[in-house]
């Protein structure tokens, strides 16, 4: 199930009644405040007429690692570190001996405050998110797993919108959240596009379920040094900023059978190659500047079973420089957007292309199963990038799902899964990550 119909099957009544009382309603006001708002769970604030919600889930999550242990939060991120096995000359890397592991957390629960009012220029909606799985700048030390309130908070969303405008923070333009298999791995497969991104976006509904939109998101460059192979950085900072943001573009069609997605991205790749950038070579010209045009494209769809729950969901998607936009589990050094020789003060966009596949299958009302996997492919080039350093480099990930949930009553999900995740270089070197999880997530 895709976040957006996760986030639509939030129960919020119970926490917004209270929150009603704290703002000044009267018991049995209360108590019927929930439907007082313009959409589901929601009150309307007295004196204004704005609606009001909270909402959100607690999650447990246990996991056994069969073999190398994976990371305690934020999911198994689709093969991207993998420790690799021994092979062909080279040693096993770090971590890979560590396996058989347990390990539990509650870090993916979250909250999230709504409020909606109507306007003459349409309605206002506000939305804020956060949850405490990888805080970005934050570094949970050795001592997580025996003093857990050291897991921090950081923000997922905030954005709010106007009509067909929004502004803020949230899943990317170029994401097609309705093509994304439920999991219970916070991590998933690899799907396109970022997680979520300061962003500015209008949507156009021209009708017929045929709808388009175009977004202008905040833009980063991963780079790899092409004399190392190794992750050098990105190009945001006080040496390299990217000149213009990235440019995303998207028509949806949409029916009752399913619906059909085409998105695009383009990008500019900045290269500033100073002094300091953090290469490991200095630059035969120092304070020259390379640019890299960098493009994404992506195919996705769902379909509807007929006489059934259940429904199937494929991604393809592809480009040159994408890497960014490859997957929401990618980090700096797993997919890369552009190799950089700072000797030669040259540059050059990585291509790559991956697909996804899933398909939820309901054994009843309350109890379904999810079966999904993706694979990516990097079609680096052996001709720019150093011979040593080119066996360094990744060459694809995998990564498969398989689950079993239980719904009790709408509030609450419980289930298993199985996890496969695997990644391998260009020397051939490979290593997989087996996962079984369980977990509990009771929505408010």
């Not at 919600?53 to 934020?74: C, E, I, M, R, W």
């Not at 440019?247 to 029916?255: C, D, K, M, R, S």
């Amino acid at each position: 199930m895709s976040l957006e119909k996760q986030l639509r099957r939030i129960a919020t009544g119970g926490l917004t009644a209270t929150v009603a009382l704290l703002v000044g309603l009267s018991p049995s006001a209360a108590q019927t405040a929930p439907g007082g708002g313009s959409y589901p769970g929601s009150f309307l604030i007295p004196g204004t007429n704005t609606s009001f919600s909270v909402g959100g889930y607690v999650k447990l999550d246990y996991f056994y690692d069969f073999t190398s242990a994976g990371p305690t939060v934020g999911g198994l991120l689709g093969g991207v570190g993998n420790p690799l096995d021994a092979a062909n000359g080279h040693a096993a890397t770090a971590g890979h001996s560590v396996h058989g592991v347990s390990s539990l957390t509650a870090s993916e629960s979250r909250f999230n405050i709504q409020t909606r009012t109507p306007t003459a220029y349409g309605e206002v909606k506000t939305f804020i998110e956060g949850d405490f799985t990888n805080p970005n700048g934050l570094n949970n030390s050795a001592t997580f797993t025996t003093e857990s309130n050291s897991s921090g908070f950081r923000l997922r969303q905030a954005y709010g919108t106007l009509g067909p405008f929004l502004a803020g923070q949230t899943f990317s333009t170029f994401r097609d959240l309705n093509a994304e298999p439920d999991t219970l791995d916070f991590g998933g497969d690899n799907f396109p596009g970022p997680n979520r991104v300061p962003q500015i976006r209008y949507t156009y509904d021209a009708g017929s379920g045929l709808s388009f939109a175009g977004g202008i998101e905040n833009a980063t460059t991963n780079f790899v040094d092409a004399t190392t192979g190794t992750a050098a950085g990105n190009f945001n900072g006080s040496v390299n900023g990217s000149k213009i943001p990235d440019f995303v573009v998207t028509g949806t069609y949409t029916q009752p059978w399913g619906h059909v997605s085409l998105r695009s991205a383009f990008r500019d790749l900045y290269d500033h190659q100073g002094g300091t950038t953090g290469l490991g070579t200095t630059p035969s010209s120092p304070n020259t500047s390379t640019a890299e045009f960098g493009y994404a494209l992506a195919l996705s769809g769902s379909v509807n079973i007929p006489g059934m729950k259940d429904y199937a969901l494929a991604q393809v998607f592809g480009g040159d420089g994408i890497g960014r936009y490859l997957s929401t589990n990618c980090s700096q050094s797993g997919c890369p957007d552009l190799y950089v020789n700072n000797a030669t003060n040259t540059a050059e966009a990585i291509s790559a292309w991956g697909v996804m596949g899933g398909y939820e299958h309901f054994w009843a009302d309350n109890l379904r199963s999810n079966i999904s996997g993706s694979y990516i492919e990097f079609q680096n080039d052996g001709g720019f990038v150093n011979a040593v350093a080119f066996t360094s480099l990744n060459k694809h990930y995998i990564t498969g799902h398989v689950n079993l949930v239980w719904s009790p009553i709408p509030s609450v999900d419980t289930g298993v899964e199985f996890i496969y995740t695997e990644r391998e270089v260009e020397d051939g070197q490979t290593g997989n990550q087996m996962r079984f999880q369980y977990s509990a997530k009771w929505k408010f």
